[in-house]
Nanobody, 123 residues
Framework: QLQASGGGLVQAGGSLRLSCAASEGTFSRTSTGWFRQGPGKEREFVAASRWTGTTHYADPVKGRFTISRDNAKNTMYLQMNSLKPEDTAVYYC???????????????????WGQGTQVTVSS
């Protein structure tokens, strides 16, 4: 079970920090990720933190978003800075224990999902 929180309404240029906690299990040797789904759009990859320690970002958020994790707390984070109206979406956290690097962007390749948290950026 993953529980996402931290969404809200923010003006363009502002910041938000999303959190996602696992109620059972452990993030050890688990890759974690964030996806988003904007109005009328498909769910898309935002960022991932592989259990190997590497991080990966979608091009639209590089340099603005930072993914991190606290394995001791079984919690992942997404720090979002310099937010833009086009970042408006429902943000979902995800986790998986297996999978190759090339499938990181693939929604179907992730096993566990949080319920989503709404982020709205006003212009």
């Amino acid at each position: 079970q993953l529980q996402a929180s931290g969404g809200g309404l923010v003006q363009a240029g502002g910041s938000l920090r999303l959190s996602c906690a696992a109620s059972e299990g452990t993030f050890s040797r688990t890759s974690t990720g964030w996806f988003r789904q904007g109005p009328g759009k498909e769910r898309e990859f935002v960022a991932a933190s592989r259990w190997t320690g590497t991080t990966h970002y979608a091009d639209p958020v590089k340099g603005r978003f930072t993914i991190s994790r606290d394995n001791a707390k079984n919690t992942m984070y997404l720090q979002m800075n310099s937010l833009k109206p086009e970042d408006t979406a429902v943000y979902y956290c995800a986790a998986r224990r297996t999978g190759i690097l090339s499938t990181l962007h693939n929604v179907a390749a992730w096993s566990y999902w949080g319920q989503g948290t709404q982020v709205t950026v006003s212009s």
